[in-house]
């Protein structure tokens, strides 16, 4: 079997939705740069690029008609590259490196764009349309369950209390601005240029949140719950871009391999705690890979909540030190499509960086489900 | 001349909501102020005071469109921009040297032919112009607004001789149509018309109160049987700020003559100087005559003062009776009536002397007092209430003079051949002036008598062909009666008449359904009737929407539950600014079920400027009607989408009438009645997405569980009910739903609980 490798990061600023200074920016408009940037500093020949793949949480609006093809335009790439968008909400993007790795192995490419978007300034969470099936809304209400009910959820099974969250949250903020002042977003970020001038930080980032701060805010999502907006992810705009293909490809033509893909797994968990899905999805994919977690150095958890990542931590004990060493997603903001190459472009590199030799990337995805991957160094 | 850009210098409260009156009339404004010490934004004045506006209650801006017409700026800088501007309103500090100083910039900043106004509620206008060119003069005058500039409707205007006619006949217009003020004709005295009378009202109660020791509740309710606001005296008096009293007093005390029956009245009690002291200074203070004190349990109650004691106590509620008679009130001799008594008389009298050092005439009186206090009735009207005759002799009793205007004894105002008409000084009956092109239901009425009428409307003939419906219930509710005379005033138009106009001259249009009604048949179970009264209302409405001639809706004030459901069936909507409509029904655990639902929707899918899709146009329909949204102006209802674009809007109140029944001839010519609509609509589907939010509204602890099972009622309707996205639904589908979900809600003793307590609250 082929080798797949990563061989290729970087994203777009994340700024936090309506507010931020991307909310203006279309979300086509913002992926074609993104993977302009990965192909001038990938310096990969789009020649040979078989495939866009594109993970997109709500595909519809100005992320609709197939985005991933319009955005092959309007990154100027040659139309013999084709376009595929997929979808499976927080997990798309990283689905679409599973996609790309899978093809690779079958034969069926030997270079792919693995990339993910989402404005969630310009189409609403849920989309334009909500239209749900009212039986199954009737007879099975939690296939529709709200993502901020569903950390409410784990912090009652886990006995997660809102300090312990608290902390969790400001530790985030903490690591992503220590990693901001030290400039190791700097070698990611692609500048993307707008109308209203160049945007290249990230603005989502809350360096003085507080203990006393975050004890301060009101339960967002239930009357007496625990989980408040200082303690989930904000809703964002983004996009990020990994460059993925065979190992031989990459040694042929001199690209740089950040990682080696080990394993990949998906798996389905009640949606009502859907925050639990890397639990099952890291397991099935340390046993595919033939590891323990004990084997694991790097680990890129998605925080979609801080409930959520430490009902995951229970379950899956990964040292602290191992455990989103820039900050996560509460303090850097989660653009749905985006997330998934985001954290596991960043695993690859953390690899790189850090001189390791495992990593896992993992995440949880509304309607209750996980995705990992393992990455394994050079 | 025209009136196309407007400058008001100085940004206190006055100045600001000036401003933001004119923008409210869609002019542009420049507003400027000083430049602060040390400024490092040298408009700093003028911008928090435009960014006050966005945040002011009651809201000084229509619109918060409104606002961007709004230019601020200061004096320093910005006095070349006056060239552009037609009317400068200064509205800065009652000093008349910096009056002055700012005058002699005005004259070389403005063009020659643009009017300067002072905003002055207290200096001459003789001493404003002081030293100003003959030119200044002739385009100078004073526009004296009262706060809030939005919603008090009075325009003190005052000219001198050398005023030029057509600034004042420019000002006049523009105010009345533009602005929608009454312009009231005041002569150059101090406090002109409202003020002076109004001062010496409030000192005159406070005078008394204090003598009788007459609890402040007690004082300010009886104010209410001379259809004086419910603030009363000392209400009042909190509003406008006791530590203003004492300036106010003095400077009345300097420009009045000794022999002015004010003087007697003039100085300020001890306690109010004691309140004074302590920051007791009334709404804006810690407290005033009244105050609300937050009690352990975190319910806030109400304080009144004891005038004695000086004390704070609980204020007793006083429902004002509303079957007191004026004559029993004054004829008692209890402390209240003799209170009563000694004030009004006291004012009533003041005044009738003031004529005509204050006003040519009683009419401009009566109307300063109206639009200026709110009162409900003119000192002149007020004293044919009481019936002059009867007034002098107690008068004489006890040993007053009677001035000049009285002492006929002859009823002020009267009819006479149709015509309204009042008594000048020399005891002559002349017609009250109308302004031009004004069309007033009250002419008509005391002029012939009704097309049709019951105890709940009446329908009367305004002239060309037009015939003008009106609620004159309590509350311009809408009962059988109402619902009967309308299906009556169909047949009628249909035969007799072109067009019909839907108006009526009350504050508010109508509160909606007669829910007394509606309560009976729930507390007697009786559903049939509760069935009937949906399905009458129903085609009622039905019946309007579909008569062959155009129905044009004219509201003024509250139009709630089904009178906004009777104006969403009307043809267009002529309506006064001040606009508060919606479909409040959710409020009483009710779905509007007069087709409300239905038109809403209708138009909700007929707007093209949102995002396609079956969801966005539904959601924004059970969203306003689901959270009861009533529009906080005409503009805004706009926005809402209660009125439509081509529906017009009147900023002066004396002229909807007149402009509605102008809409409805311009549609008189090809008039064609609706197409009905149609609806695809997606059913179980949307309702599911609805429920989906309602939900999440739920958990977060934001609506209760029966907003729930009200929203889930409604849900049903707005979503089609069982119908799926492919089918096509009809008007009656919608109402079909609309009974279904009213009737589930009636039987539920959510829904009671909710009548009740809104009855019991009034």
């Excluded at chain 1, 979300?27 to 020949?45: E, F, R, Y």
């Amino acid at each position: 079997m082929k080798n797949v490798v990563i061989a290729g990061f970087c994203r777009s600023p994340f700024t936090p939705a309506n507010k931020g200074m991307l909310a203006k920016v279309r979300p086509d408009d913002l992926a074609a740069q993104v993977i302009k940037g990965l192909i001038h500093d990938t310096g990969v020949n789009p020649e040979h690029i078989e495939d866009l793949i594109l993970g997109c949480a709500f595909p519809e609006g100005e992320q609709g008609l197939n985005v991933a093809r319009i955005i092959v335009h309007l990154a100027e790439l040659p139309i013999t590259i084709a376009g595929t968008t997929v979808n499976r909400f927080c997990g798309s993007s990283m689905q679409a490196i599973h996609n790309a790795a899978g093809a690779i192995q079958m034969g069926a490419g030997e270079v792919f764009i693995c990339a993910g978007v989402e404005s969630m300034s310009r189409i609403p969470m849920g989309g334009f349309n909500p239209l749900p099936n009212p039986v199954l809304y009737q007879a099975y209400p939690q296939a529709y369950i709200s993502m901020g009910e569903t950390a409410e959820n784990l912090a009652l099974k886990y006995l997660i209390k809102r300090e312990a969250q608290e902390q969790f949250a400001l530790l985030s903020q903490q690591k992503a601005f220590a990693a901001q002042q030290k400039g190791l977003f700097t070698p990611e970020i692609i500048p993307i240029q707008s109308k209203y001038g160049v945007i290249n930080i990230d603005g989502c980032l809350r360096p003085d949140s507080s203990l006393a701060g975050l004890a301060d805010l009101q339960p967002a999502f239930l009357k007496n719950g625990s989980v408040t907006a200082g303690t989930s992810s904000p809703l964002t705009d983004g996009a990020a871009a990994v460059l993925v293909c065979s190992e031989a490809y990459a040694d042929a033509h001199g690209l740089d391999k950040l990682a080696r893909i080990k394993s990949i797994a998906v798996s389905g968990c009640a949606p009502e705690i859907m925050g639990i899905g890397p639990v099952a999805a890291s397991q099935k994919v340390l046993e595919r890979a033939g590891l323990t977690l004990a084997d694991i150095d790097i680990v890129e958890l998605n925080e979609a909540f801080a409930a959520q990542s430490l009902a995951v931590l229970h379950d899956l004990p990964i040292a602290a030190e191992k455990l989103n060493l820039d900050g996560g997603a509460i303090a850097l903001g989660h653009p749905l499509g985006a997330t998934g190459a985001r954290i596991t472009g960043k695993a690859a590199s953390l690899l790189k960086r850090e001189g390791k030799r495992y990593a896992l990337a993992t995440q949880c995805i509304g309607g209750g489900q996980g995705i990992a991957t393992i990455l394994e160094a050079i | 001349m025209n009136i196309n850009k407007v400058a008001v210098i100085g940004a206190g409260v006055m100045g600001a909501g000036i401003a933001a009156h004119i923008a409210n009339a869609g002019v542009p404004v420049l507003l400027l102020d000083i430049v602060p010490k040390d400024a490092v934004n040298r408009n700093q004045i003028a911008e928090t005071a435009v960014s006050h506006l966005l945040k002011s209650e009651p809201p000084a801006l229509m619109h918060a469109k409104a606002a961007k017409l709004i230019t601020a700026g200061n004096i320093e800088d910005h006095l070349p921009l006056l060239k552009d501007v037609d009317w400068v309103i200064e509205a800065i500090i009652e000093n008349p040297d910096i009056k002055h100083a700012l005058y002699a910039k005005l004259e070389q900043a403005c063009r020659t032919e643009t009017i300067i106004s002072s905003n002055t509620s207290t200096l001459p206008l003789a001493l404003l112009c002081q030293g100003r060119s003959d030119t200044f003069k002739q385009q100078f005058l004073i526009t004296h607004f009262f706060n809030p500039p939005r919603y008090m409707r009075l325009l003190e205007i005052v000219t001198s001789p050398a005023t030029n006619k057509d600034v004042v006949k420019t000002i006049s217009q523009f105010a009345d149509i533009q602005l929608g003020k009454g312009c009231v004709l005041c002569h150059d005295t101090p406090g002109f018309i409202a003020n002076r009378i109004g001062t010496f009202w409030l000192q005159s109660g406070l005078l008394q109160a204090i003598a009788l020791q007459l609890p402040i509740t007690q004082a300010d309710a009886i104010m209410t049987a001379f259809g004086i606001p419910k603030t009363g005296i000392f209400g009042l008096l909190d509003l406008i700020g006791l530590d203003l009293v004492p300036h106010i007093l003095k400077s009345f005390k300097q420009l009045l003559p000794a022999s002015d029956a004010f003087q007697a009245l003039n100085h300020t009690p001890e306690l109010v100087q004691r309140m004074i002291s302590d920051g007791n200074t009334g709404r804006k203070g810690k407290g005033g005559f009244y105050r609300l004190q937050k009690r352990d349990d975190g319910k806030r109650i109400k304080e009144a003062i004891d005038l004695g004691t000086g004390e704070y106590q609980v204020a007793e509620k006083i429902k004002p009776d509303k079957n007191l008679i004026l004559a029993a009130l004054l004829s008692n001799n209890d402390a209240a009536s003799q209170f009563a008594w000694q004030v009004m008389s006291e004012t009533l009298l003041y005044s009738a002397s003031l004529i005509p050092e204050i006003a040519d005439d009683i009419v401009s009186v009566d109307n300063a007092m109206r639009l200026g206090y709110n009162w409900k009735y003119g000192p002149f009207e007020l004293l044919d209430l009481m019936g002059v005759d009867l007034f002098v002799k107690r008068v004489e009793q006890e040993q007053k003079t009677i001035p000049a205007l009285l002492a006929p004894r002859q009823p002020l105002y009267q009819t006479l051949a149709n015509k309204p008409c009042y008594r000048d000084l020399g005891g002559q009956y002349l017609p009250v002036p109308r302004a031009e092109g004004l069309l007033v239901l009250a002419d008509i009425k005391s002029a012939r008598p009704p097309v049709l009428s019951n105890a709940s409307a009446s329908l009367w003939d305004i002239g060309d062909g037009v015939a003008c419906l009106e609620f004159h219930s309590k509350m311009n509710t809408l009962d059988n009666d109402s619902l009967e005379l309308i299906r009556q005033s169909i047949s009628k138009v249909k035969t007799g008449f072109v067009a019909l106009v839907i108006y009526n001259d009350a504050e508010n249009f109508s509160a909606g359904a007669n829910l007394t009604l509606l309560m009976q048949a729930i507390h007697q179970q009786n559903w049939a009737v509760v069935d009937q009264l949906i399905q009458q209302g129903q085609q009622t409405y039905h019946a309007l929407k579909y008569s062959p001639f155009p129905v044009v809706g004219a509201p003024s004030g509250l139009a709630l539950g089904g009178g906004c459901e009777i104006l969403l069936h009307c043809d267009a909507i002529q309506a006064h600014a001040e606009l508060y409509m919606g479909l409040v029904e959710v409020g009483v655990g009710l779905v509007p079920g007069w087709g409300g639902c239905k038109e809403y929707l209708s138009r909700q899918l007929g707007n093209t400027s949102r995002p396609g899709g079956a969801m966005p146009a539904l959601a924004q329909a059970f969203e306003n009607i689901g959270t009861a949204k009533v529009s906080k102006s005409a503009a805004n209802a706009k926005e809402l989408l209660y009125l439509s674009n081509a529906d017009g809007i009147t900023m002066n109140r004396d002229r909807l009438l007149a402009d509605a029944k102008a809409k409805a001839l311009s549609l008189v010519k090809n008039y064609q009645t609706p197409e009905p609509a149609s609806f695809h609509l997606p059913g179980a589907s949307a309702k599911a997405a609805m429920l989906m939010a309602v939900n999440n509204l739920f958990l977060a602890g934001k609506i209760s569980d029966y907003d729930v099972e009200i929203s889930s009622q409604l849900a049903q309707v707005l979503s089609g009910g069982a119908c799926d996205i492919i089918d096509i639904l009809t008007e009656q589908d919608i109402l079909n739903l609309e009974l279904q979900a009213f009737v589930n809600l009636v039987k539920q003793s959510g829904t009671l609980l909710r009548l009740e307590r809104l009855l019991k609250a009034g």
